[in-house]
């Protein structure tokens, strides 16, 4: 079993930052991808960033410049860093975590997920 804990939601003005946090549970995590996905109302649910065991990082278009995912092995913890933020990035945020070493892009390729976390931006 794993188990995804989120925090450093809130609310931001355009233009501020947020540092997200995902706390994941125990040795589970070693050899796991990890990603970022958000969803607003209405909306789908979409991929917006991910981190390989090894490192390496993916950005969706729409991100690409302002945020920046890192992960901590030693603390089992993926972090998403996020800084000029548009009202467009208002969403609830998941961490995921998947049984493999490499990065997908499609929500359904993850196996467990956090509880999301809630960013709003206020023009």
């Known amino acids: 079993q794993v188990q995804l804990v989120e925090s450093g939601g809130g609310l931001v003005q355009a233009g501020g930052s947020l540092r997200l946090s995902c706390a994941a549970s125990?040795?589970?995590?070693?050899?796991?991808?990890m990603g970022w996905f958000r969803q607003a109302p209405g909306k789908e649910r979409e991929f917006v960033s991910g981190?390989?065991?090894?490192?390496?990082?993916f950005y969706a278009d729409s991100v690409k410049g302002r945020f920046t995912i890192s992960r901590d092995n030693s603390k089992n913890t993926v972090y998403l860093q996020m800084n000029s933020l548009k009202p467009e990035d208002a969403a609830v945020y998941y961490c995921?975590?998947?049984?493999?070493?490499?990065?997908?892009?499609?929500?359904?390729?993850?196996?467990?997920w956090g509880q999301g976390t809630q960013v709003t931006v206020s023009s």
């Open positions: 981190i390989t065991w090894g490192g390496t990082t």
């Open positions: 995921a975590a998947r049984r493999t070493s490499m990065v997908a892009s499609t929500w359904y390729e993850y196996d467990y």
């Open positions: 125990g040795r589970t995590f070693v050899g796991y991808a």
